[in-house]
């Protein structure tokens, strides 16, 4: 689970801590991609923060990692 802490470096170490690879592998790409884009330290942490979130809920909600994503249906929690 995800750390309330504020800063960006807390935030990148959240990554070590995500189990599945996959989504581990992707966000640690994004989260370098942002980087070369000159993102700021905002963008960078709201941006990780999410995708963090996001592979969260996709695992325990859905059984499926961030690759795996290609419907809709991926993405809505259905109640």
């Known amino acids: ?27 640690d790409q994004f989260s370098k991609y942002i980087v070369t884009k000159d993102a700021s330290a905002n963008y960078q942490r709201n941006y990780i923060k999410i995708m963090l979130m996001f592979a969260e809920f996709l695992e325990k909600e859905k059984g499926i990692n961030l690759a795996q994503i290609n419907l809709s249906d991926h993405i809505v929690l259905n109640l």
């Open 1 to 27: 689970m995800m750390s309330n802490s504020g800063s960006l470096e807390n935030v990148l170490q959240q990554i070590e801590y995500v189990d599945n690879k996959i989504n581990k592998d992707l966000i």
